[in-house]
């Protein structure tokens, strides 16, 4: 677990390096809080010093236990290192604080808080930041080389041992164009005429597909048409995968990786954002142009996992039935979206294709295989990993459901929580009380199913699986 160590030294140093944004803003607002995080950012680089120096010169390369041991163990102690903070910023108990951190790192949104200092929703959205890159990382260093929830094997054979990529190198060729990405986005806002705070918190959310934002954000979003168009491509960018993304720059179009999966996300985002904006016309007193627009905000925002409204009361006007199962769909892999639903119910439906063909030309060659692996080893991932999702959605159904009114309560958080999709519950207009306020066992079954949501369920469940470990 060497290397796993120095992965979680070099995220507690990044931790302890942010934390001083937060530290400069509340020491220049005088708001009192610098102290904490000055506290936080002290705290996680000396912990991040002692881990590095503890395995120096040690050559150690992961295996597949060890990269998901190490991942999961970075989704569970990031959030408790930014917990203090939270707790103190806030005056919330150190549960509520700690599913606060949580919900920020895994870019989930469910929150408890409405208002609250500056400096505080900008650790929030640099928290989600942070988590939306480790999603993007973690995908492509070490659930992706182990062929885990559907995606293809790429296990080293022939003896090899090393079965996870090189986080450093996927790190550096990743944060360019995430950063690009996000400043990007931060540029065109403050052109608008947006403040540095909303679009800092906005740039924030949209390139993590985050929802913590301050209510001057909000604010925002409802009052200027624009920056909704503005917002609309980097949601979809959030939504697609960051390797094609990257051949796109690259201009390598035709030999773009994932583009058959990026072009049906944005074929089903029209064809969903028009139903929205019909829903919305009918629904609300608005005009025909603007329910388009708040349509196909909605929809990229569901299909990204974000879960920004485009205003108040959006998806209590939407169907809920429909709302839940964009969310639970979610986005493309290797995105920041984070999810492999996409790629299952794609794996699903061509093999039902070819099945049905096979029963009416017995004699007809088909491709046997899906995206890059092999089509047997491909479908075992993506029953599995199906099989797992529900399972654990049931799990945090039941986990979740007391002190929830009713069972619609319990969908929609189970549903937010597992697709790490916070508004859909927080937003939903029904006056639910927040996860938070829940018993402590909910609340923390809450927790685990965000980490869940972000590990794909199905590395999550690796890990504890003990024959794993022996192999």
Same mark, same amino acid.
């Given at each position: 677990?060497?290397?796993?160590?120095?992965?979680?030294?070099?995220?507690?140093?990044?931790?302890?390096?942010?934390?001083?944004? +937060?530290?400069?803003?509340?020491?220049?607002?005088?708001?009192?809080?610098?102290?904490?995080?000055?506290?936080?950012?002290?705290?996680?680089?000396?912990?991040?010093? =002692?881990?590095?120096?503890?395995?120096?010169?040690?050559? /150690?390369?992961?295996?597949?236990?060890?990269?998901?041991?190490?991942?999961?163990?970075?989704?569970?102690?990031?959030?408790?290192?930014?917990?203090?903070?939270?707790?103190?910023?806030?005056?919330?108990?150190?549960?509520?604080?700690?599913?606060?951190?949580?919900?920020?790192?895994? $870019?989930?949104?469910?929150?408890?808080?409405?208002?609250?200092?500056?400096?505080?929703?900008?650790?929030?959205?640099?928290?989600?930041?942070?988590?939306?890159?480790?999603?993007?990382?973690?995908?492509?260093?070490?659930?992706?080389?182990?062929?885990?929830? %559907?995606?293809?094997?790429?296990?080293?054979?022939?003896?090899? =041992?090393?079965?996870?990529?090189?986080? #450093?190198?996927?790190?550096?060729?990743?944060?360019?164009?995430?950063?690009?990405?996000?400043?990007?986005?931060?540029?065109?806002?403050?052109? !608008?005429?947006?403040?540095?705070? /909303?679009?800092?918190?906005?740039?924030?959310?949209?390139?993590?597909?985050?929802?913590?934002?301050? +209510?001057?954000?909000?604010?925002?979003?409802?009052?200027? +048409?624009?920056?909704?168009?503005?917002?609309?491509?980097?949601?979809?960018?959030?939504?697609?995968?960051?390797?094609?993304?990257?051949?796109?720059?690259?201009?390598?179009?035709?030999? $773009?990786? !994932?583009?058959?999966?990026?072009? *049906?996300?944005?074929?089903?985002?029209?064809?969903?954002?028009?139903?929205? %904006?019909?829903?919305?016309?009918?629904?609300?007193?608005? !005009?025909?142009?603007?329910?388009?627009?708040?349509?196909?905000?909605?929809?990229?925002?569901?299909?990204?996992?974000?879960?920004?409204?485009?205003?108040?009361?959006?998806?209590?006007?939407?169907?809920?039935?429909?709302?839940?199962?964009?969310?639970?769909?979610?986005?493309?892999?290797?995105? *920041?979206?984070?999810?492999?639903?996409?790629?299952?119910?794609?794996?699903?439906?061509? #093999?039902? #294709?070819?099945?049905?063909?096979?029963?009416?030309?017995?004699?007809?060659?088909?491709? $046997?295989?899906?995206?890059?692996?092999?089509?047997?080893?491909?479908?075992?991932?993506?029953?599995? %990993?199906?099989?797992?999702?529900?399972?654990?959605?049931?799990?945090?159904?039941?986990?979740?459901?007391?002190?929830?009114?009713?069972?619609?309560?319990?969908?929609?958080?189970?549903?937010?929580?597992?697709?790490?999709?916070?508004? *859909?519950? !927080?937003?939903?207009?029904?006056?639910?009380? *927040?996860?938070?306020?829940? +018993?402590?066992?909910?609340?923390?079954?809450?927790?685990?199913?965000?980490?869940?949501?972000?590990?794909?369920?199905?590395?999550?469940?690796?890990?504890?699986?003990?024959?794993?470990?022996?192999?």
């Amino acid at each position: 677990m060497m290397d796993a160590a120095r992965a979680l030294a070099g995220a507690l140093f990044a931790i302890g390096v942010m934390a001083l944004v +937060p530290a400069a803003v509340a020491a220049r607002m005088g708001t009192g809080q610098a102290p904490a995080f000055l506290a936080t950012s002290v705290f996680c680089i000396f912990i991040a010093g =002692a881990l590095r120096f503890s395995t120096q010169g040690l050559v /150690v390369r992961l295996r597949h236990a060890q990269g998901l041991g190490g991942l999961v163990a970075l989704w569970i102690v990031l959030p408790l290192a930014a917990t203090p903070a939270i707790a103190i910023a806030s005056g919330l108990p150190p549960l509520a604080a700690w599913l606060e951190a949580t919900s920020a790192l895994t $870019a989930t949104g469910i929150t408890a808080l409405k208002h609250g200092p500056v400096s505080l929703f900008v650790w929030f959205g640099l928290l989600q930041w942070a988590g939306g890159f480790l999603t993007i990382v973690s995908a492509l260093a070490i659930l992706a080389p182990a062929g885990l929830g %559907g995606l293809p094997d790429r296990t080293v054979r022939g003896g090899g =041992a090393v079965d996870v990529a090189d986080l #450093r190198l996927i790190a550096s060729e990743t944060l360019p164009l995430y950063l690009g990405g996000t400043l990007a986005v931060m540029l065109l806002l403050l052109f !608008d005429g947006e403040g540095l705070y /909303v679009s800092f918190t906005l740039a924030t959310a949209i390139a993590s597909a985050g929802a913590h934002l301050p +209510p001057e954000a909000h604010l925002a979003l409802a009052l200027d +048409p624009e920056v909704k168009w503005m917002l609309l491509p980097f949601l979809l960018w959030s939504a697609t995968s960051v390797r094609w993304h990257r051949a796109l720059v690259s201009r390598r179009v035709n030999a $773009a990786p !994932d583009q058959p999966e990026s072009l *049906v996300i944005l074929a089903y985002w029209i064809v969903l954002g028009v139903v929205f %904006g019909a829903i919305l016309f009918r629904a609300v007193d608005m !005009d025909a142009l603007a329910a388009v627009r708040d349509g196909l905000f909605s929809a990229a925002a569901l299909i990204s996992t974000s879960g920004i409204g485009a205003r108040d009361g959006t998806y209590e006007s939407l169907p809920f039935a429909l709302v839940i199962f964009v969310a639970l769909l979610g986005g493309g892999a290797f995105s *920041v979206a984070g999810g492999l639903k996409m790629l299952r119910l794609r794996a699903m439906l061509l #093999r039902t #294709r070819g099945d049905l063909m096979r029963l009416v030309y017995p004699s007809l060659v088909q491709p $046997a295989s899906f995206g890059e692996g092999g089509m047997g080893s491909a479908m075992r991932g993506v029953w599995v %990993g199906a099989a797992a999702f529900f399972i654990l959605f049931a799990a945090v159904l039941l986990a979740i459901s007391p002190g929830l009114p009713s069972f619609e309560a319990a969908l929609a958080a189970a549903a937010a929580l597992v697709s790490n999709t916070g508004p *859909v519950y !927080d937003a939903a207009g029904k006056g639910w009380p *927040v996860i938070a306020s829940l +018993p402590a066992g909910s609340v923390v079954a809450a927790g685990i199913a965000m980490i869940a949501g972000r590990l794909e369920i199905i590395g999550l469940a690796v890990v504890v699986h003990l024959l794993f470990w022996r192999t």
